[in-house]
C-alpha cells in the first residue's frame, strides 16, 4: 500500500459542514493547509520543476547537436549525418516527457493553489497561518527563479551576439532554445512565488491578529 498521502479534496460547501466546533475545524484546516502548501512550495515539487528543467535541456542539447553540424554548412559524410539525425530525434523524445512535466506541473499547481485558498479562508490560526506563508520556501522558489530568468535572458543576448553568423546559425538557435527553456520556466517560478505571496496577504493579511478571526459557517 502507497504511503503517500492523497490531496487533501476542498472543503464543503457551507450548507454540508458539520464540524461539531471550532478545534475540530481548525484541526483539519491544519492539515489541509499543512500538506497543500508542501505540494505548491515543498522539496518535491521543487525537484520536480528542476528536474523537468534539467529534461528539456538534455533533450534540446540532444537536437543541438544536429543544428551545431549543420549550422556550419559542411557536408557530412552518410553516417555522421545518420548518427546525428538519430541522437536529435532521440532528443525529440525526451523533449515530449519534459514538457508534459511542464504542463502537469502548471495545471496541479493550479488546483492546489485553488483548494489551500478555500481551506485557508474558512478561519485563521497562527501556527497553521505561519505555515500557508513558507516565507523561506516562496523566497527559495523565488530566487532560483528568479536566476533563470536571468540566465535566460543573458544567453538570449550574448549567444547571437558572440557567434560569427557566417557559420554558426545552428549554434544560434541551440542558444535561443536553451534560453527560452531557462526564460519560460523561470517565469513560471516566479509567478507562483508572487501568486503564493498574494494569496496569503488575501488570506491573512499582514498585522493581523491570527487568532482575532472568526469560524465562518461551520
Not at 40 to 62: E, P
Not at 202 to 211: D, I, K, L, N, Q
Request: proline residues 7%; positive net charge.
Amino acid at each position: 500500500m502507497s504511503s503517500r498521502i492523497p490531496m487533501p479534496p476542498p472543503p464543503p460547501p457551507a450548507e454540508l459542514r458539520s464540524w461539531p466546533d471550532r478545534e475540530a475545524l481548525l484541526a483539519d484546516r491544519a492539515l489541509a493547509v499543512g500538506e497543500l502548501t508542501r505540494r505548491l512550495l515543498g522539496g518535491g515539487r521543487f525537484a520536480l520543476f528542476a528536474g523537468a528543467v534539467l529534461v528539456l535541456q538534455l533533450g534540446w542539447g540532444m537536437v543541438g547537436v544536429l543544428l551545431a553540424e549543420l549550422g556550419y554548412g559542411a557536408i557530412l559524410d552518410p553516417i555522421t549525418f545518420l548518427l546525428t539525425l538519430v541522437v536529435a530525434l532521440l532528443g525529440l523524445g525526451v523533449l515530449v516527457p519534459g514538457v508534459w512535466l511542464v504542463v502537469r506541473g502548471v495545471r496541479r499547481d493550479r488546483v492546489v493553489r485553488e483548494r489551500l485558498l478555500l481551506w485557508a479562508a474558512l478561519d485563521r490560526h497562527g501556527p497553521t497561518d505561519a505555515r500557508l506563508r513558507a516565507p523561506v520556501a516562496s523566497a527559495c522558489w523565488a530566487a532560483v527563479s528568479a536566476v533563470l530568468c536571468g540566465l535566460g535572458l543573458w544567453l538570449g543576448f550574448a549567444v547571437p551576439a558572440g557567434t560569427d553568423p557566417a557559420n554558426g546559425y545552428g549554434l544560434v538557435a541551440y542558444g535561443m532554445g536553451v534560453a527560452m527553456i531557462f526564460w519560460i520556466n523561470g517565469l513560471i517560478g516566479l509567478f507562483k512565488a508572487v501568486g503564493h505571496f498574494r494569496m496569503v496577504l488575501r488570506v491573512v493579511p499582514a498585522g493581523r491578529s491570527a487568532s482575532s478571526g472568526r469560524p465562518r459557517h461551520v
